[in-house]
C-alpha cells in the first residue's frame, strides 16, 4: 500500500479551473493504477477517474468527459486531476485512490485512500 496526500482543492467560480494533486509515499507509486473520487453531501462516493499505472488505460465518468483530465507523473510519485469548466455540481470531496489493478481502483475497492481535498464551484 501507498500512503496518499491530496491538495489543490479550494473554492471557484462556475467555469473556472482547478488541478488536484495526489502525492504518494513510498516507492511502489510506479506501481500502482491511480484513481479519483469524489462524494458530495447526501450521495454516494463516485468514481471521477482513473488511470493505469502505464497510463495507457483511463477511465472517465461521462459527467467529467472533456473537462476533466487524469495524469500521473512516477517519478514525482504524484497523481493529478486538471479540472476545467467546473460547473456547481462538481462541487464535492474529491478523494485519491490507488492499487495494483485499475480495475480496483474503478470499482472504487483500492486499499489506498488519501483524506480528501474540498472543491467547492459557486454559480
Known amino acids: 500500500q501507498v500512503q496518499l496526500v491530496e491538495s489543490g482543492g479550494g473554492l471557484v467560480q462556475a467555469g473556472g479551473s482547478l488541478r488536484l494533486s495526489c502525492a504518494a509515499s513510498?516507492?511502489?507509486?510506479?506501481?500502482?493504477?491511480v484513481g479519483w473520487f469524489r462524494q458530495a453531501p447526501g450521495k454516494a462516493r463516485e468514481l471521477v477517474a482513473a488511470?493505469?499505472?502505464?497510463?495507457?488505460?483511463?477511465y472517465y465518468a461521462d459527467s467529467v468527459k472533456g473537462r476533466f483530465a487524469i495524469s500521473r507523473d512516477n517519478a514525482k510519485n504524484t497523481a493529478y486531476l486538471q479540472m476545467s469548466n467546473l460547473k456547481p455540481e462538481d462541487t464535492a470531496a474529491y478523494y485519491c485512490?490507488?492499487?495494483?489493478?485499475?480495475?480496483?481502483?474503478?470499482?472504487?475497492?483500492?486499499?489506498?485512500w488519501g483524506q480528501g481535498t474540498q472543491v467547492t464551484v459557486s454559480s
Open positions: 488511470m493505469s499505472r502505464d497510463s495507457g488505460i483511463i
Open positions: 485512490a490507488a492499487d495494483l489493478a485499475v480495475l480496483t481502483v474503478r470499482n472504487g475497492r483500492a486499499r489506498s
Open positions: 513510498g516507492r511502489t507509486f510506479s506501481a500502482n493504477a
